[in-house]
């Protein structure tokens, strides 16, 4: 199974900026579709942002213009750039990698970041 680590959550305040990181396991990384979603309490997880294989991104609304999702196959690295950080983008960022074995697919996910923006 793939295993990703996450790096980079932490403290900001409104407006400013982290990036969390993503590194993957495997030999294939450059055929997995990666994905950040985030989870805030009492709330269900929700897909932030993904990428594909061959570099499609998708963002969910409240996040276009904001955030950007990147990745470098050499470094088997996804990363999530996240500007204008508002309040309500505290929650605990989860990776996900989803990737091809034999004749399906599986999913893997990360241990959590968590990022807090407040005053």
């Known amino acids: 199974q793939v295993q990703l680590v996450e790096s980079g959550g932490g403290w900001v305040q409104p407006g400013g900026s982290l990036r969390l990181s993503c590194a993957a396991s495997g030999s294939i990384f450059s055929l997995y579709a990666m994905g950040w979603y985030r989870q805030a309490p009492g709330q269900e997880r929700e897909l932030v942002a993904k990428?594909?294989?061959?570099?499609?991104?998708n963002y969910v609304d409240s996040v276009k213009g904001r955030f950007t999702i990147s990745r470098d196959n050499a470094k088997n690295t996804v990363y999530l750039q996240m500007n204008s950080l508002k309040p309500e983008d505290t929650a605990v960022y989860y990776c996900?990698?989803?990737?091809?074995?034999?004749?399906?697919?599986?999913?893997?996910w990360g241990q959590g970041t968590q990022v807090t923006v407040s005053a």
């Open positions: 990428i594909s294989s061959g570099g499609r991104t």
């Open positions: 996900n990698a989803h990737y091809p074995i034999t004749a399906t697919y599986d999913d893997s």
